[in-house]
């Protein structure tokens, strides 16, 4: 095999999630649907923002994005794991496995962000409500979004530097269906050290911010709704916050037992089945929570429908 970036090898064969050849059929249709759903959920979200004006707001502009990354999130590992039911072998490029291993990193770091700008904008909405549009004016949200996503691209290019840098000589087999951190350090001939120090410094600087930030956050939100003279008012403040406490709980829920479990190696196998969750249900489910929970949105629903079928 041709040497590439020091390495000999130059393709990996994904393992994918069963290796039953009974299970194929039902997990290709049940990863289908959750794909079809997750993609006609966060696009329906991303037109209804577009197209309603009422909805052109602060929470609804982060909102876009955060649909947004789950779609395009969808998009890096879901049509290989498709392709791993159907293949005797899901075979990917060196360079594809690592465009993958970027935008994984992108994404999941830039949602990270974009969750904890929204708790920011939940803060000011139910704590500051007569300085809200100031405080979150479009030059604020565009910065926060901004930021978001340089810290997205800073993140992916340092995992990704990091494990070009690798030499993979040996088995060309990753124990998973994607091409994840771990599992890759694990096939790799080469001293892994500096790689998992770049990942616990980074995972541990990202989490730590980001939590520190959403929790300070509903730590004041729910110190003034204590102050809330009326029942009606803690309805309200509640209602605002609930979809974003959910998505908040689910994403932060499945991304640290995901990793918690894949650092270890012989928990990768585990790892690799609990990231089902937060790679596949989170996307989805992502959109109902917003919907099913959002007054504005289901108003925006009917105008739309109304808007349709007249």
Not at 7 to 24: C, E, H, R, W, Y
Not at 117 to 140: E, F, G, H, I, N
Not at 192 to 198: K, P, Q, W
Not at 221 to 231: D, R
């Amino acid at each position: 095999m041709a040497v590439e970036n020091g390495s000999s090898v130059t393709n990996f064969i994904l393992m994918g999630l069963a290796d039953k050849p009974g299970l194929q059929l039902p997990l290709f249709f049940l990863f289908l649907v959750n794909f079809m759903f997750t993609v006609v959920g966060n696009l329906s979200l991303i037109n209804l923002i577009c197209v309603s004006s009422h909805l052109h707001t602060p929470m609804y502009f982060f909102l876009f994005n955060l649909s947004f990354i789950d779609l395009c999130y969808s998009f890096v590992f879901t049509p290989k794991i498709l392709l791993s039911f159907i293949l005797e072998k899901t075979i990917i490029t060196f360079a594809g496995c690592m465009a993958q291993l970027f935008f994984f990193c992108f994404f999941v770091t830039s949602e990270c962000y974009v969750l904890t700008a929204m708790a920011c904008d939940r803060y000011v909405a139910v704590c500051k409500p007569l300085l809200y549009t100031v405080t979150m004016s479009p030059q604020v949200c565009s910065l926060l979004m901004s930021g978001s996503y340089v810290m997205g691209f800073a993140v992916a290019m340092a995992h990704t530097g990091c494990m070009i840098r690798l030499t993979f000589c040996g088995s060309n087999i990753i124990n998973h269906y994607m091409c994840d951190i771990f599992p890759l350090l694990q096939v790799s001939c080469s001293s892994t050290y500096a790689n998992e120090l770049v990942v616990s410094i980074i995972g541990a600087t990202v989490v730590t911010v980001s939590s520190l930030i959403i929790f300070i956050s509903y730590a004041l939100i729910l110190f003034n709704i204590l102050h809330m003279p009326s029942a009606k008012s803690w309805s309200k403040a509640f209602n605002t916050c609930s979809s974003h406490l959910i998505t908040v709980g689910l994403f932060y829920g499945f991304g640290m037992l995901t990793h918690v479990k894949s650092s270890s190696t012989g928990s990768l196998v585990q790892g690799k089945y609990f990231s089902v969750f937060y790679t596949n249900v989170v996307p989805m489910l992502n959109p109902l929570i917003y919907s099913l929970r959002n007054k504005d949105v289901k108003i925006a629903v009917k105008k739309t429908l109304q808007r349709i079928t007249n």
